[in-house]
């Protein structure tokens, strides 16, 4: 269940952390409360020790095998990764990653800023809000299908409304250079109203007053929007932002559904390459070193995005 | 917040108006899918090829969905111009829902337990544990998904082995296919624990004072007081298992466990190159959507709300 709702914790819980720290105290212990902590705790320790902390480290020594699962598996170092780094397809599945990512992340992250803006300005209603939210509630595979049928090259509503609009109508999953926009676009619909409706909410702890005086002042829509409602709303998109792109980086679903990689391997995205390796072929060693290898790179790629968004936190 | 304060009332400006068919064309983009859904689900599957671009149901029908729960004969299904194949989508829906309720009923129960006793209660370890719990939010899904995969296998041919079970036997499939979910998620522990934390110490310090155990402090106090964030916990939880599909797709292939979105999936990826069954494919697409209206009808606000909490809280 990897969604986007599981990351949004984790800048929030450093923060709580770091408040922690500076107020420890040493701490006393009954037997009686820790014997209690521990039987309430137990189930979920070991949930997290078997299908969390083992299944990482574990994850790192299968790594560093070769194995297909019905033979004995053969230790080989970081033979795994040194392949992997030379593959020109594995390399190949990140370009395409970052591909849809970028087509992807603008677009929605935009789209998303016009709704809420649209409902804060016009609307609250419940309504508006749960129609924004449903393609979000959808499962993926459900969006996915929806959406071949409608993209559909031959007899898709989509193309036959550009035909009938007087333009040619496109590939789209099928073409090699439509596949991924056309993926990205899919996802845009499902994920645009749920990204909308944070911002929407960022947008409500703006003080209304500061409008009145920029009002008062004679600023006009746009200078509102560039001077108040853009600074005051970047924690907001810098949140937003870090964990779209994480969850985007993972796209899984909707390729397996769609397009399965194909055209060729135009949509063969990094996860496709992870599953197809561990599930079709059975390498595991290969398949766990990719999504190391994934992990490491989601990683830097947080760590610039919250350097990025803290360097400006003085704007507010 | 609505610019009426700023403007006088009655007075509708260009921006306005330009706003509202802005929102307009996003509902109707929002929703004109899922009506097509249905449209193509109404429609003979004769007449789909022939009429594509009407936009009401060509010749109403019923029968997509009668054939998708299986209430079809083959002869009818062939008289009627489709293939005859068996398209019987029942089976996975009820495994849907039990994978999504057995899911929900003990990711919520045991992350609040522990939610519980990290919210309240003083023990060795506490904070570096729930570090521990909380880092693992970083994990990307499919870093787990191979070792989890080899896990929940290796355990399986161990109880086949050991007592003899049919390796399709469907306690096995679904306890291997739940049990990642089971027991705790980083997020649910985290999410209860926020809400626990927020609660008023009062009444369990006059109920210790009482004499009152962990255990009554925990079920007659936390657990009712706390009946809102579980019930959004326990939605939030559904809606997401429903929705699950990489997981399933590796662990429960077989049919007596499959549920609805590996169904299909595979349905779909197996048509024969001719072309796809569409009206059957949206009649099914249908039924999966259903479950998660019903449930969204009912406790759409506190999805809604849940959302402003992840966001802000």
Request: overall charge neutral.
């Amino acid at each position: 269940m990897e969604s986007h709702i599981q990351e949004l914790k984790s800048e929030e819980e450093i923060k709580g952390k770091q408040k922690k720290k500076k107020v420890r105290v040493k701490e006393t212990y009954t037997v009686r409360e820790t014997r209690a902590a521990f039987l309430f705790l137990l189930p979920s320790l070991i949930g997290f020790t078997a299908f969390y902390f083992i299944p990482a480290i574990r994850g790192v020594w299968i790594s560093l095998h070769e194995w297909d699962l019905l033979t004995e598996k053969t230790f080989i170092g970081t033979e795994n990764y040194a392949e992997l780094l030379g593959s020109r397809e594995f390399r190949n599945s990140f370009w395409v990653t970052l591909k849809y990512v970028l087509w992807n992340i603008p677009f929605q992250t935009v789209f998303a800023v016009f709704i809420a803006i649209m409902m804060h300005r016009l609307t609250k209603s419940t309504i508006v809000r749960a129609i924004i939210l449903l393609p979000w509630l959808m499962p993926n595979v459900v969006v996915g299908l929806l959406w071949v049928w409608l993209l559909d090259p031959g007899i898709g509503i989509v193309n036959i409304g550009i035909e009938a609009l007087g333009f040619d109508g496109l590939k789209w999953l099928g073409g090699l250079d439509t596949a991924v926009p056309s993926i990205a676009l899919i996802n845009i619909w499902r994920h645009m109203g749920y990204t909308a409706l944070l911002i929407f909410a960022g947008l409500q702890t703006i003080p209304e007053s500061l409008y009145e005086a920029a009002s008062i002042d004679g600023a006009n829509d746009s200078q509102t929007f560039w001077r108040i409602t853009v600074p005051l709303l970047r924690p907001v998109l810098a949140f937003v932002l870090v964990t779209t792109v994480i969850g985007s980086f993972q796209i899984f679903d909707t390729v397996a559904v769609t397009t399965q990689g194909g055209p060729i391997n135009a949509t063969e995205v990094v996860n496709w390459f992870i599953f197809e390796r561990g599930f079709d072929r059975f390498k595991m060693g290969e398949a766990t070193a990719a999504s190391m290898i994934l992990f490491s790179v989601l990683i830097v790629v947080s760590l610039i995005q919250l350097r990025l968004f803290n360097a400006d936190e003085s704007d507010f | 917040m609505s610019s009426g304060s700023s403007k006088p009332v009655g007075k509708m400006s260009i921006n306005r108006i330009l706003l509202w068919i802005g929102l307009v064309v996003v509902l109707f983009v929002t929703l004109f899918p899922f009506w097509w859904v249905l449209r193509t689900a109404w429609t003979t599957q004769g007449q789909v090829f022939n009429d594509t671009s009407s936009l009401l149901p060509v010749e109403f029908t019923w029968y997509n969905f009668r054939r998708v729960l299986g209430l079809v004969s083959t002869e009818e299904a062939l008289a009627a111009g489709g293939s005859g194949q068996s398209l019987n989508f029942f089976l996975f829906l009820r495994n849907s829902l039990i994978f999504a309720t057995l899911v929900t009923l003990g990711q919520v129960f045991f992350s609040s337990m522990s939610a519980y006793a990290f919210a309240r209660l003083k023990f060795p370890f506490r904070n570096f544990l729930f570090t521990l719990y909380i880092s693992a939010l970083m994990v990307p899904g499919i870093v787990l998904l191979i070792p989890n995969f080899i896990l929940v296998l290796n355990v399986r041919e161990f109880f086949v082995e050991t007592f003899g079970l049919a390796s399709d036997n469907p306690i096995l499939g679904f306890s291997g296919m739940i049990a990642p979910f089971f027991l705790m998620t980083p997020f649910a522990v985290f999410f209860l624990r926020q809400f626990f934390l927020g609660i008023n110490k009062e009444v369990e310090e006059a109920a210790t004072i009482d004499g009152a155990s962990y255990a009554t402090l925990y079920f007659r106090i936390i657990l009712p007081l706390a009946q809102a964030p579980l019930a959004t916990l326990g939605i939030i939880t559904f809606i997401q298992a429903w929705n699950e599909y990489l997981w399933p797709l590796v662990i429960g292939r077989e049919d007596s466990v499959k549920v609805l979105t590996v169904a299909l999936s595979i349905f779909q990826s197996q048509q024969p190159s001719g072309a796809p069954d569409w009206t059957g494919l949206m009649a099914a697409t249908t039924m999966a959507i259903i479950p998660v209206l019903i449930v969204y009808m009912i406790v759409g606000r506190r999805v809604l709300d849940s959302i402003q909490f992840t966001g802000f809280k």
